[in-house]
């Protein structure tokens, strides 16, 4: 087994280096926008991520020595074996990702990473503290490693996966050239992962290739005519990093403990966020059914009224 | 041994540089502090972000332009709009999810039942402005116990 290096560890200086150019980008051009607080917010959530990635990750990392044994090939550490697994852990990626927007209960941990009302590149490392409870890793982590690709080899290209994703976190760059904007996932593509605009919920999922995205129907482009709107469709009201963390977590619970039956508190845990038996809480369908009924509205009166 | 005292010197570092990136980012400045230009303006930052809300002239905004109460037409919800930073936060509040009102002198005191803003406050024009939006808002309030 080769010797690899945490890229993330790695990575630190760079990211440290490219928030404060874009800080200064932000300051003397106004095309980025950085607020103290909700940047203190942000990189304390970036610190609680690697420290309970410490703490916790050892789960995961059991889990993976336990399955280990049965993967169905040897894979071994060849290159290609290397540039399939990025590829194959970018897939799982969006499936994850996916997930972790449609089942509540993965949303609870993923929204971190989207309740920053600004899209700058201290928002990428805006990340959740107790991502390993949520147990997401057995469901989307076993596949490779069942498949027989090395554990470190698996943990390295995705931890080269999200160093990737650091940099698509602005606002300083527009639409790229058509090519990479085609196959690769862009600060313009992720922009529209970040926004509350109805027509933007719950699309470009991707990780690196947004390919995945155009593949499974869920890719839609920024639009000029359509500036993004950032954060999530309840907005917080804190920037206390402890609050950020457990906001969505005691929902869930709060919600549970007040279901009336078994299969209402399984909707509340389990289903997407924002369900509720009566419908009447607002999840992305709903949001998006009403934002489409809006259009049609505008676009042909006689509907309104002929309803 | 070695390895935690590593781990506590590169976390140490981790927070201060945290802490220097948060001071260069206040040192700089270059964000602005987001304001309400009026009630109208309000409710229409309220109507983007809840799809559907549909403001009413029944409005108020604080002093300092930074809070704005806003109903909705036919009085279903209440309407929030709050600065935050150089950004705005919004509500579109049931009467369940109000706690409280209170008025002292023209300060109107509201507690929401909301963990990520369990309160917020307007300094209204005078003591009987924000008497008469406690008043309002209690009878808004009220529809939530006659449902039960
Ligand atoms: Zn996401
Ligand atoms: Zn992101």
Not at chain 1, 72 to 97: E, K, P, R
Not at chain 2, 30 to 49: K, P, Y
Not at chain 2, 54 to 62: E, K, N, V
């Amino acid at each position: 087994m080769p010797n690899l290096p945490d890229p993330i560890f790695v990575a630190i200086p760079a990211f440290v280096i490219l928030v404060i150019a874009e800080m200064i980008y932000a300051r003397t051009s106004g095309g980025a926008r950085y607020e103290p607080r909700d940047t203190a917010a942000s990189l304390t959530m970036g610190l609680g991520n690697t420290i309970s990635g410490v703490l916790l990750g050892g789960i995961a990392v059991y889990w993976f020595t336990l399955i280990e044994p049965f993967g169905l090939f040897d894979i071994g550490w060849a290159w290609w074996a290397f540039a399939l697994a990025f590829l194959l852990d970018d897939l799982v990626y969006y499936w994850s990702h996916r997930f972790a927007h449609t089942v509540r209960w993965w949303w609870a941990d993923h929204v971190v990473h989207h309740s920053s009302q600004h899209y700058n590149l201290s928002t990428a490392l805006r990340q959740p503290w107790l991502s390993p409870l949520t147990l997401k890793f057995i469901v989307f982590g076993s596949w490779l490693v069942l498949l027989g690709f090395p554990p470190a080899m698996i943990a390295f290209v995705a931890a080269l996966n999200l160093v990737y994703q650091f940099w698509i976190h602005t606002e300083a760059i527009g639409k790229m050239w058509a090519p990479i904007e085609w196959i690769m996932n862009t600060p313009s593509h992720h922009r529209v992962h970040h926004a509350t605009n109805p027509r933007y919920l719950d699309r470009n999922y991707a990780g690196v290739f947004i390919i995945w995205d155009r593949l499974f129907g869920t890719f839609e482009a920024e639009r000029k005519d359509e500036p993004c709107r950032y954060g999530i469709v309840r907005n917080l009201g804190t920037f206390n990093p402890i609050k950020i963390c457990l906001h969505e977590w005691l929902a869930i619970i709060r919600d549970v403990r007040g279901s009336k039956s078994v299969s209402e508190a399984l909707g509340y845990w389990l289903g997407p966020p924002g369900w509720s038996p009566d419908g009447s809480r607002d999840s992305s369908k709903i949001l998006k059914a009403r934002w489409k009924a809006r259009q049609e509205e505008k676009s042909d009166p006689t509907k309104v009224a002929a309803e | 041994m070695s390895e935690v005292i590593t781990l506590i010197i590169v976390i140490g570092a981790s927070a201060l540089a945290v802490g220097l990136l948060v001071a260069l980012n206040a040192f700089m400045g270059g964000w602005t502090r987001a304001r309400l230009s009026d009630v109208t303006a309000a409710g229409e930052r309220i109507g983007v972000d809840v799809l559907g809300f549909r403001p009413s002239p029944m409005a108020t905004l604080d002093a300092e332009r930074r809070t704005a109460l806003v109903f909705e037409q036919g009085g279903a919800r209440l309407g929030l709009a709050v600065c935050r930073g150089d950004k705005i936060t919004v509500r579109a509040l049931r009467p369940n999810e109000l706690v409280s009102a209170d008025a002292v002198g023209s300060e109107l005191g509201l507690r929401l039942d909301d963990y990520t803003l369990p309160q917020v406050s307007l300094r209204l024009g005078d003591p009987t402005q924000a008497q008469r939006w406690v008043d309002d808002i209690k009878a808004f309030m009220s529809q939530a116990d006659s449902k039960d």
